[in-house]
């Protein structure tokens, strides 16, 4: 399934740490700047224009003037979104890590979009977790751990060590548990080469993206290596 439902995976808000960041940085919520004012200062200073309340002339060095390409991140049809449209920025969809909002976000940047010094046209690219093997089977085995990695960081206890595909074997899913990963999982693209080309090639036609983004993650170094030789062999082969 490209475009899944939205998992059931209870109540995520902000963790303390990241309230205690957002303080550190802003002094409170109240005094924070919007997001698109935040784009935009980085923006001012990428091109050596910042100057802050205060007025003081502020340089970003080495960034300042440097060869960079600018990108907004997105989940959903919201603010990160409607900024990046408006700015005439290019985009990428989270759909690695949000699937069910990939149609969501792709359109209300596209409806937002105002041409810029960058881009003429709105510019897509797409997010995806992806893992080839030789066989169907293999990259099944070799994807396993996925579920509990993504588990762990929905449950709110974070980023786990990438478990192996024994410990996965050795650790099956409640139906409760299942339900809270499911679209990840759906979203997931694994198998052969062949079966991985068509899925993403699917991807890119119903999302209509001009670049897909792809994430590989497996245990074992090698394992990632050959995913994306086997990718990119299959994908020149078309």
Same mark, same amino acid.
């Given at each position: ?19 205690? %960041?957002?303080?550190?940085?802003? /002094? ?14 980085? !923006? ?10 205060? /007025? ?7 960034? %300042? ?13 919201? %603010? ?7 700015? /005439? ?41 992806? !893992? $080839? ?26 980023? !786990? ?29 694994? /198998? ?9 090639? $699917? ?25 994306? %030789? ?9």
């Amino acid at each position: 399934m490209l475009i899944p439902t939205r998992a059931d995976y209870g109540r995520l808000g902000q963790t303390a740490s990241s309230a205690a %960041e957002h303080e550190l940085l802003w /002094g409170s919520r109240d005094t924070a700047p919007s997001y698109e004012q935040q784009v935009r200062d980085l !923006l001012s200073l990428w091109r050596g224009e910042y100057v802050p309340s205060n /007025g003081a002339r502020v340089h970003a060095h080495p960034a %300042e003037a440097a060869n960079l390409a600018v990108w907004v991140l997105g989940s959903s049809g919201g %603010e990160s979104a409607r900024v990046a449209g408006e700015l /005439g920025l290019p985009f990428t969809a989270n759909y690695h890590q949000f699937p069910a909002k990939v149609l969501e976000s792709v359109a209300a940047y596209r409806d937002a979009f105002q041409p810029s010094e960058m881009l003429a046209e709105p510019y897509v690219m797409v997010s995806v977790d992806v !893992l $080839a093997a030789d066989t169907d089977q293999r990259a099944r085995w070799l994807a396993a751990p996925t579920a509990l990695c993504v588990l762990s960081i929905r449950q709110g206890l974070g980023y !786990l060590p990438f478990p192996t595909p024994v410990q996965a074997a050795e650790r099956p899913l409640t139906d409760e548990e299942r339900a809270q990963v499911s679209d990840r999982l759906e979203a997931q693209i694994v /198998g052969n080469p062949g079966t991985v080309v068509e899925r993403l090639r $699917a991807l890119q036609r119903v999302t209509g993206a001009d670049e897909l983004l792809i994430l590989t993650v497996a245990n074992q170094h090698p394992d990632r290596v050959r995913s994306y %030789e086997l990718v990119a062999d299959a994908w020149r082969r078309g």
